[in-house]
C-alpha cells in the first residue's frame, strides 16, 4: 500500500509541548530556536522556558545557524543526542583497555577526576554507580569463562577480586546463583548507540543480537526481564563484535545506503511472535502494510490484534521493521519509539528526507 508524503517535523504544538516538557524522544528530531536570546537548543535543554510566542522549530541545526542562532553552551545542540561527554571519555578508554583492573576512587582523582561526578554519571547512563559499573564487567568476562569450564579460583583473582568470598557473593547478586551452579548461564553484552532519533540499547551474545531499542522506551525494563527469562542469560554492560555490527549496518542505514540488515538476530519471544517478526521483516523497504494485511500474509486473517500485540513487543526496533505496519486507511498508529520517530522513519525510507538530515550532521557513536 502506498503512504501519503510525510512531513519531516512534528506538529507544532506537539513539538512546543516536547519542548517544554524537555521529553528526551524528541532529541535529533527537531531543534528550537529563542527569539529574546538568539540561541538554539535541544529540546531536552535545562534552561528556562521562553514564552511559546518566542519559539520557533527547525528540522536541522543548520537551519538554526542560518537563521542567526547561536548553539546554546549548556545542552551543546551541535553533539549527537547522548554523546559521552569529554571529561569523561579517558576514564571509559581506561576501562576497556584493562576491564579485569579495579580503579577506586583514589585512580579517579589522579586522573583528575571527582569521584562523586563520576558517580553521579554512570548512575544517570547506566543505573549502576562506577564501582556498580566495573563490578558487573568484570563478572561478565567471569562468567563466560566459568561457563566455558575454567576453574572458579583463578577465575576470580584474574578479574580484580580480592577474594573468593566475596566474589561469590557478588556473583550471586548478579547472577542469582552461586558461580559453580551456573554453567548454563551466559552472559548478554550490553551497550549504546547513538543515532540520529537519540541514543539506542543493544544486547547481544554469541548467539545473536537479542535487542536493540530506543534508550527512553518505557517497555525496555519489560523487554530485559523477558530477555533474562527466556534465555537465562544474565545482562552485563561491555562490548560484543554485533554492537559493532550493528552500529556499522545502522550508520549505512540512516545515510541511506543499507536497505537491509544482515545481522545474526536472536530475539527471544514464543513461537506466534517469532512468525510475526519473520513476517515483518518480509515487508520491503520503503513500503508498509497494514495490520489486516501483516495477518492474512501469515495465513491467519483473524490474528489481527494478535499480530498488533507481538508487533508491539519486537525486540528489534528498525532491524525488524514494525515500523513499516500502518493502520488499514494508511494512518501511523503505534509505535513504541513514539509516532514521530515512526514518521522519520518512513520519510527516511522513502526517500522525503535531505541528506544532511539523515545523517543527522554527524556519523552514530557508541558509549559504553
Not at 203 to 221: M, N, P, T
Not at 223 to 237: D, E, I, M, N, S
Request: hydrophobic share 35%; aromatic share 8%.
Amino acid at each position: 500500500m502506498t503512504m501519503p508524503p510525510l512531513h519531516h517535523l512534528p506538529p507544532r504544538d506537539e513539538m512546543l509541548r516536547a519542548f517544554l516538557e524537555r521529553d528526551a524522544a524528541y532529541d535529533g528530531l527537531f531543534w528550537t530556536g529563542v527569539r529574546t536570546t538568539g540561541i538554539f537548543c535541544r529540546p531536552t535543554c535545562t534552561a528556562r522556558k521562553p514564552k511559546p510566542e518566542n519559539v520557533e522549530f527547525f528540522a536541522e541545526s543548520g537551519q538554526a545557524l542560518f537563521a542567526g542562532y547561536r548553539p546554546c553552551k549548556r545542552c551543546r545542540p551541535l553533539r549527537p543526542s547522548g554523546a559521552v561527554p569529554e571529561w569523561i571519555e579517558p576514564l571509559l578508554a581506561r576501562i576497556e583497555s584493562d576491564p579485569e583492573r579495579r580503579l577506586r576512587d583514589a585512580d579517579l582523582r589522579d586522573m583528575g577526576l571527582q569521584p562523586a561526578r563520576v558517580r553521579r554519571w554512570f548512575k544517570d547512563t547506566h543505573g549502576l554507580t562506577f564501582h556498580g559499573y566495573q563490578r558487573a564487567r568484570r563478572l561478565g568476562g567471569a562468567l563466560d569463562e566459568i561457563r566455558r569450564g575454567r576453574r572458579v579460583s583463578p577465575t576470580a583473582f584474574d578479574h580484580g577480586f580480592d577474594s573468593l568470598s566475596g566474589f561469590n557473593a557478588a556473583f550471586a547478586r548478579i547472577v542469582g546463583d552461586a558461580p559453580t551452579r551456573s554453567t548454563d548461564r551466559r552472559p548478554i553484552w550490553i551497550g549504546r548507540i547513538l543515532t540520529p532519533l537519540g541514543p539506542m540499547v543493544t544486547a547481544a551474545s554469541d548467539e545473536g543480537l537479542h535487542l536493540l531499542e530506543f534508550a527512553d522506551r518505557r517497555q525496555l525494563e519489560t523487554q530485559f526481564a523477558r530477555l533474562v527469562r527466556r534465555t537465562k542469560g544474565v545482562p552485563v554492560p561491555g562490548e560484543h563484535p554485533l554492537h559493532e555490527r550493528a552500529r556499522e549496518e545502522l550508520t549505512r542505514y540512516f545515510e541511506g545506503d543499507l536497505s537491509e540488515f544482515t545481522l545474526p538476530l536472536a530475539p527471544a519471544g514464543t513461537e506466534f511472535q517469532q512468525a510475526v517478526w519473520t513476517a515483518l521483516r518480509g515487508i520491503p523497504y520503503g513500503a508498509t502494510r497494514s495490520y489486516a494485511e501483516q495477518a492474512r500474509s501469515m495465513g491467519r486473517p483473524t490474528a489481527v490484534r494478535a499480530v498488533a500485540r507481538a508487533n508491539g513487543d519486537n525486540p528489534l526496533a528498525i532491524i525488524v521493521p514494525c515500523h513499516r505496519v500502518v493502520g488499514s486507511d494508511g494512518s501511523l498508529t503505534g509505535y513504541g519509539g513514539g509516532l514521530h520517530r515512526k514518521r522519520w522513519l518512513l520519510d527516511l525510507e522513502n526517500g522525503l528526507l535531505p541528506p544532511t538530515l539523515a545523517r543527522a550532521e554527524s556519523p552514530l557513536h557508541s558509549s559504553p
